[in-house]
Nanobody
Framework: QVQLVESGGGLVQAGNSLRLSCAAS????????MGWFRQPPGKEREFVAA????????DYADSVKGRFTISRDNAKNTVSLQMNSLKPEDTARYYC?????????????????WGQGTQVTVSS
C-alpha cells in the first residue's frame, strides 16, 4: 500500500508559477506510475499529467501542455508538478495518484491510491 501526501498549493496571480510535490510512503514507489489530477470547483476530476515508473515517459492534458512538467525522484519517493504560466482556469484541488499497472493511465478510475489533495487558486 502507498500513502500519498501533496504539498505546495496556494494562491498565486495569473502568469506566475507553483511547484506541487507529492511524497509517497513505502519502499516500492518505483513500481508505480504516478499521475496528477485536478478537480475544479463544481466539476469532475480531470487528468493533468502522468509519468511512468522510470520517468522515461510522460503525458499531459492538452490544456497544460507546454506549461506544466511532471517529474519524479524514485530515490526520494517524490513526484512533482511544475506549473508555469498559470491561468485562472487552473484553479482546482490537485491530487496525486499511484497506479500499479504498467504504462501510463489517463483515467482516474485506473489509479489505485490517492492523496488528499492540495488547493491551487489562480487570481486574474
Amino acid at each position: 500500500q502507498v500513502q500519498l501526501v501533496e504539498s505546495g498549493g496556494g494562491l498565486v496571480q495569473a502568469g506566475n508559477s507553483l511547484r506541487l510535490s507529492c511524497a509517497a510512503s513505502g519502499r516500492t514507489f518505483s513500481q508505480y506510475a504516478m499521475g496528477w489530477f485536478r478537480q475544479p470547483p463544481g466539476k469532475e476530476r480531470e487528468f493533468v499529467a502522468a509519468i511512468s515508473r522510470s520517468a522515461a515517459f510522460a503525458d499531459y492534458a492538452d490544456s497544460v501542455k507546454g506549461r506544466f512538467t511532471i517529474s519524479r525522484d524514485n530515490a526520494k519517493n517524490t513526484v512533482s508538478l511544475q506549473m508555469n504560466s498559470l491561468k485562472p482556469e487552473d484553479t482546482a484541488r490537485y491530487y496525486c495518484a499511484a497506479d500499479r499497472t504498467f504504462g501510463l493511465q489517463l483515467s482516474a478510475d485506473d489509479y489505485d491510491y490517492w492523496g488528499q489533495g492540495t488547493q491551487v487558486t489562480v487570481s486574474s
